[in-house]
């Protein structure tokens, strides 16, 4: 009996989480300030160098579903070039793939994105600027129908893999995808900047269903701010909000890092962070939760930034995942060289 009681709630487990990657429509990072072309197109371009190369990996639920952990990966490259005395156009691209679950059910993208960022004030070490951006990209969603557990195949209150299962005919689509958005920072000099933007996502809301009955992609809005701020000779404040509004589904990360500067000099970008961050997010049936808790450390190091995050679990769920929710790990390098002529930005 317990036997039986527990292999239940496992199917039962993962039929939920298999519901929840089907109704999550986008990928989303922890680290959401260290993968900034897949946060808002307005950011592409928006660095202190000339060009950047950003890779991000994200494992969740392994506690759970083991070999069947959903595991999401991006790569992008940017740079920004000089306009005229003080503006600049950003160009960049981004390719991320997404696995969830025994059914493979999956998304691979690339996309291509601009920005051009107008000077509205200021000076090079003072300066205050607003960033227009939008990118397209080509999708393809798939699934393995193979793996999936169907109500034919229920005998007696048991899963039977001897009976007949459903065909999904058509297991993979590809769609267009487009998105704009905006960004406004402000720095006061090279510790110290602010910024907020917002991007409206899937503009298009292209069809999502595997059997071609017209399901639209929900329409995404990011809501996004953040800065760093130098309060003592090498200790900062580097606080961080995004908020994600998709359909009926809603999330907000919050929190802050704190930066201790290392080495002799500032201006080498030798720095380590540790932060706090929590997540909110809202449950169909009886409002809101706390999701989970992530603990995240990041260490820069002249042109290089590695970042480590992982999720504690703190929804009902963690009766299952003993709160073992998500690891992730960002890779950033920048590429500075020459300039002829620039401005600072925020540190993403």
């Known amino acids: 009996m317990k036997k039986t009681t527990l292999h239940f709630y496992a199917l039962c487990l993962t039929m939920m989480l298999a519901a929840v ?3 999550a429509q986008d990928i989303h ?10 946060l808002n197109p307005a950011l592409t371009g928006v660095m202190n160098c000339n060009h950047r190369i950003v890779a991000n990996y994200r494992n969740q639920w392994a506690s759970v579903l083991k070999s069947n952990a959903y595991n999401t990966y991006s790569a992008s490259y940017d740079q920004k070039i000089p306009v005229g005395r003080y503006d600049y156009f950003g160009l960049g691209g ?12 999956g998304t691979i993208q690339a996309r291509l994105s601009g920005s051009y960022a107008k000077k509205m ?65 402000s720095v006061f000099d090279e510790n110290n900047n602010f910024y907020f933007g917002g991007a409206f996502s899937h503009l298009n809301r292209a ?17 996004h701010a953040g800065g760093e701020f130098l309060t003592g000779q090498r200790f900062g404040l580097v606080p961080g909000v995004v908020s994600f509004f998709q359909g009926p589904s809603w999330q907000v ?35 809101k939760l706390m999701d989970a808790l992530i603990l995240s450390t990041r260490f820069d190091y002249e042109q290089f930034t590695i970042g480590f995050s992982y999720d504690i679990n703190t929804s009902s769920l963690s009766t299952a995942s003993n709160g073992n929710g998500a690891f992730e790990f960002s890779l950033v390098y920048k590429i500075c060289g020459p300039e002829r002529r620039g401005v600072y930005c925020p540190n993403f």
């Open 21 to 23: 990657a089907v109704q």
């Open 29 to 38: 990072f922890s680290q959401f300030y260290q993968s900034p072309l897949n």
């Open 94 to 105: 981004t390719l991320w793939g997404d696995k969830a679950g025994a059914s493979e059910f």
């Open 121 to 185: 004030g200021g000076y090079r070490k003072k300066a205050h600027y607003l960033v227009l951006g939008a990118d397209a990209g080509v999708s393809q969603r798939s699934i393995n129908s193979a793996n999936l557990q169907w109500p034919s195949q229920n005998n007696n209150g048991q899963f039977d893999p001897n009976l007949p299962g459903e065909i999904i005919l058509d297991p993979n689509f590809i769609f267009v995808d487009l998105s704009a958005g905006a960004l406004w920072f």
């Open 207 to 223: 069809d999502q269903s595997f059997e071609n009955a017209n399901i639209p992609l929900y329409s995404k809005f990011t809501f």
């Open 253 to 287: 990360n919050f929190g802050n890092s704190f930066k201790f500067l290392l080495g002799n000099s500032r201006r080498y970008n030798q720095a380590f962070q540790i932060g706090a961050w929590a997540r909110l997010a809202n449950r169909l049936s009886d409002g």
